[in-house]
């Protein structure tokens, strides 16, 4: 798939690797076959693209002296020396956990030398050393500069749900900063189709002049009505009167053996590789779910030229009448319901799936690629991680719902939660959960919002067909 | 052994034999198993495995309430660079305020 005439060269453990314009350091790692970016922290297991979005621990690689990059989330450049944090044990390909793992059970490092005191000292020099994965940046970094915003209105998130309460804010008469994390808007919609609605949306948001997006940003931390936002260059504090928390949701993991092996990803992580990095998440990729959003995937993977050999669905035959409508009657999927899967197998990269049918039948499936998907989790750590807003946010499990039927009233004005944070279960619900949000917030500070809010109701409604 | 090889939190390596280990010891509140095992204390501060980690104690301690609890956390987030947390602003300081310090 890399054409080479216009291809981004850069650099990999001294080796070269050609990417294309757009495509991130990881996804071009992983469509040049370099599967295993990365070597676990206690095992030192080889692991490759599982998130694809920034978050899981599983493409931290050191990019230009800084160590511990994001890498999935970082464009390739050309000249980029790009180097595994732990160089030769990578190339050994050690892999301790049936050495090491009964000798250092989980909880040891409470155990171990911790009596006479001089011996841990020897002790914890050491685990440090094995257990480290990086060195000090060189050269050593410098200190940002720091940027100080103030906004009516801040929004986390610009994904459908965001993007719906920017816009309807804004066109509410709020000044509004929009931060999303990637460095376009649409969050996991992403591509967005131009004529469609969140494509129009995310048109209408760039030119907005009320509107401040904080592109590839993201807010670390909320103190009551202060976001402090990493910027990548900059550093930023926002104060704001309200905020919309939009995060969106992680997708879930599946346990079962080898469920870390390179290759093993979730169906965003596969979504993301095909849609957004032009990369495909294997050749022949099997999918272990427990629910519908795989099913949604498979005519991406088959249009892509990807062979499907199985969906092994953990729930009853009698549950997965929706999902299987979904797929196309033309080109049938072996789907194995009431399943489990027992083992992946593999070195370097996954290479077969072992799973046990309903009725008991072992089955061994081929693949280079397995697609998991385990449920939803809401993303609101930032909620959750908030203090200095008293008990309303501590007390509180999770985002807070928007109540939709309201015209104003909540209980708190920091964090309201809207999408996919709060269970919204398809782009354009989120979409317009977000503008009732938005208008909410616009109606609190006092801006008129005319029919707007009934309209979004009756959208929204639509959304989810009721 | 079952489980040994079934990763239940990536960053840190805790598989689902680990977990069973630490519910053996008597670690079954969620504020627990996040200290004995470091689950969530890993890079992604629990994203890839807060509440599918959470579900699976609570099935196998069996459902008193307790253990699903989330445990608490702290800011950031997300994880940031020293030099980054060393540039965010803090607030700005008037000249009455640091009069009133004085």
Known sequence: MTDRADGIEFRFNGRSVTARPGQSVAAALHANGITALTVSSKYHRPRGIFCAAGRCPNCLLNVDGRPNVRTCTVEAERGMDVRSELGRMHAAGLRGIDLVGPLFPVGFQYRYFKRPEWAYRIWENRLRRTASHTSLPVPATAVPPARRLASELAVVGAGPAGMGAALAAADAGLRVVLVSRSASLGGAAQPLEGDSVLGRAAARLETAESVQILQAATVVAQFGTVLAVDGGREAMRIEVRESILASGAYERLLPFDGNDLPGVMLAGAARRLLAQQGTRPGRRVAIVTDNDSPYHLVAELLAAGIEVPVIVDLRAAAELEQAQATLDAGRPVRVEPAARAIRAGGWQRVRWLRARSATGHALKIECDAIVISGGWQPADELRRAATGYGAIVLESHGAEAIDWQSESAVTSVVLQGAGSVVGARSALEAFYQGQIAGLQAASRQGRDVGPALERARTELRRAVGS | ?102
């Open chain 2, 1 to 102: 052994v079952t489980g040994r090889h079934s990763f239940v939190c990536l960053c840190l390596d805790l598989t689902e034999h680990d977990l069973d280990r630490a519910i053996a010891e008597g670690f079954t509140h969620s504020e627990l198993v996040k200290r004995y095992t470091g689950a969530f204390m890993g890079p992604c501060q629990g994203k890839s495995c807060m509440d599918g980690l959470l579900e699976l104690l609570a099935t196998k301690v069996g459902d008193s309430g307790a253990p699903a609890r989330r445990p608490t956390m702290r800011p950031p987030a997300y994880p940031v660079t020293f030099a980054m947390a060393a540039a965010l602003p803090g607030p700005e300081i008037s000249d009455d305020d640091e009069e009133a310090a004085c």
